[in-house]
T-cell receptor
Framework: EAQVTQNPRYLITVTGKKLTVTCSQNMNHEYMSWYRQDPGLGLRQIYY???????DKGDVPEGYKVSRKEKRNFPLILESPSPNQTSLYFCASSRGIPNTGELFFGEGSRLTVL | AQSVTQLGSHVSVSEGALVLLRCNYSSSVPPYLFWYVQYPNQGLQLLLK??????LVKGINGFEAEFKKSETSFHLTKPSAHMSDAAEYFCAVTPYNQGGKLIFGQGTELSVKP
């Protein structure tokens, strides 16, 4: 089954404790992206990757890191999480850049930073 | 900077009534436009997309949207609402010449009353 898998789905952590949210897709997609969803703000793009070893900042990259060493994986790293990073995070992928095709989304990772 | 605005964070309709969800974009050059839907506790899925081939775009589940350049709008409609249409709907835009970016609106929550 074609899917985007995120882990963990739920996480409660404390300020400053490094964490990684993994994202994996099994569709051989070149493009992957991370978004955060906050009430009243919609989804905001954090980082995106057009292909392996190619990453670019989205609109809200501060406090986050990403890497794209393999085509299927695109982990999101919070080196020193802060409470303002409490949010619902989505990973997405597509065969080409978004304007040429459909974005497939994972089910989301709800992160709480205390 | 390119942006997209959804008018109305909550819309409530009766079952069988017309659904109209509004979206306006800011751009001097027509961008690529999308509508995504998010059902409770799920990721987003594509409803329809406009890529300049036709101004009236038909999507899944009976939804359609019309691109109006003169009004910089891309409103989503469905002639007859069904209870299963209750969800949050997001308008999104890929700015011209920035294919890696996908900018979402704030979202509109649609409620359908029996």
């Amino acid at each position: 089954e074609a899917q985007v898998t995120q882990n963990p789905r739920y996480l409660i952590t404390v300020t400053g404790k490094k964490l990684t949210v993994t994202c994996s897709q099994n569709m051989n997609h070149e493009y992957m992206s991370w978004y955060r969803q906050d009430p009243g703000l919609g989804l905001r793009q954090i980082y995106y990757s057009m292909n392996v070893e190619v990453t670019d900042k989205g609109d809200v990259p501060e406090g986050y890191k990403v890497s794209r060493k393999e085509k299927r994986n695109f982990p999101l790293i919070l080196e020193s999480p802060s409470p303002n990073q409490t949010s619902l995070y989505f990973c997405a992928s597509s065969r080409g850049i978004p304007n040429t095709g459909e974005l497939f989304f994972g089910e989301g990772s709800r992160l709480t930073v205390l | 900077a390119q942006s997209v605005t959804q008018l109305g964070s909550h819309v409530s309709v009766s079952e069988g009534a017309l659904v109209l969800l509004r979206c306006n974009y800011s751009s001097s050059v027509p961008p690529y436009l999308f509508w995504y839907v998010q059902y409770p506790n799920q990721g987003l899925q594509l409803l329809l997309k406009y890529t300049s081939a036709a101004t009236l775009v038909k999507g899944i589940n009976g939804f359609e949207a019309e691109f109006k350049k003169s009004e910089t709008s891309f409103h989503l409609t469905k002639p007859s609402a069904h209870m299963s249409d209750a969800a949050e709907y997001f308008c999104a835009v890929t700015p011209y010449n920035q294919g890696g970016k996908l900018i979402f609106g704030q979202g509109t929550e649609l409620s359908v009353k029996p």
